[in-house]
Structures are given as C-alpha cells and as structure tokens.
C-alpha cells in the first residue's frame, strides 16, 4: 500500500493445505512474499502472526 512514508507491504494470512500444514510451507511462501515486496521497494515489509 502506498503512503505518504513510501510503499509499505503487509501479510495478514498465509493459508496452507491441510496435507501440507507442518512441513514449513507458510514459512517459505511468507520469506518469498517478504522478499519480492524489498525488491518492490516497500519500506517496511512486515508478517504479523504466521506460524505453520
């Protein structure tokens, strides 16, 4: 989102398949969204909560 401090980026829910749950996937889907969102600029990349 944009603000008047620059472009912020933000994850609220990260939703893994049940069959999937325990193997790290939400951790690997939120470092990557993290990291695409740096590279788009965004100042304060934040992930709030995600656990696996």
Known sequence: MSLPSGWR???DDVVVDSGA???GVAGL???E???IARE???RTPH???ISD
Request: without cysteine; glycine residues 22%; aromatic residues 0%.
């Open 9 to 11: 980026a933000r994850i």
């Open 21 to 23: 749950r325990g193997q």
């Open 29 to 31: 889907l939120t470092e």
């Open 33 to 35: 969204a993290l990291r």
């Open 40 to 42: 788009a600029g965004a």
């Open 47 to 49: 992930a709030g909560g």
